[in-house]
């Protein structure tokens, strides 16, 4: 079996664009988010050491001309865990230089979707994320299928035309 690359490796060869389609309410628990549901405030989250790493290795690429685009899909009212997200996306995300965007689910009825989570680099190569039900990593696996290609493609922009800013969203 081989080797699926990290991020980091795409995003290195990602030359104008990188998408990136969430579609679930909740994912593997962080310690972010535990200390936020253990009531610490998120500007103090966003001053850990973790998130470093992220906005560092995000914005570097942003640097030399790389987009970074982020659509996520919520039902609402939002979960906790989608809650603490939508708080700490901008010491991470925005911070990065990625640009955000919130889609209620019931605004995404009629859109056709990939069944998982996935990023997509230039419009081409796509790395789906599995996660098991409880929101854990359960695996990745990359695609250059042509027909895959235009659906997450599609798919990523009629979200994205959809979505609410990540200033504008408030959830639910």
């Not at 699926?4 to 104008?16: C, S, V």
């Not at 790395?127 to 493609?153: H, T």
Request: aromatic share 12%; hydrophobic share 40%.
């Amino acid at each position: 079996m081989a080797t699926i690359p990290t991020l980091a490796e795409l995003f290195a060869k990602a030359q104008h664009s990188v998408t990136h389609l969430e579609m679930r309410d909740i994912y593997g628990v962080s310690r972010g988010y535990r200390a936020w549901r253990d009531g610490v405030p998120v500007e103090e989250i966003s001053r850990y050491d973790y998130l470093k790493p992220w906005v560092e290795l995000v914005a570097g690429h942003v640097a030399r001309g790389v987009g970074f685009r982020r659509a996520r899909i919520v039902s609402e009212p939002v979960s906790d865990y989608i809650r603490y997200e939508h708080g700490i996306t901008p010491s991470a995300n925005l911070a990065a230089g990625e640009q955000v965007r919130w889609l209620p689910r019931p605004r995404a009825r009629d859109l056709a979707l990939p069944g998982c989570d996935f990023w997509q680099f230039d419009g081409g190569l796509v790395r789906f994320a599995f996660q098991d039900g409880d929101g854990e990593k359960a695996g990745n696996e990359l695609s250059d299928d042509p027909v895959v290609i235009d659906l997450c493609a599609s798919a990523f922009e009629a979200v994205w035309e959809r979505a609410i800013d990540h200033q504008d969203y408030r959830p639910v």
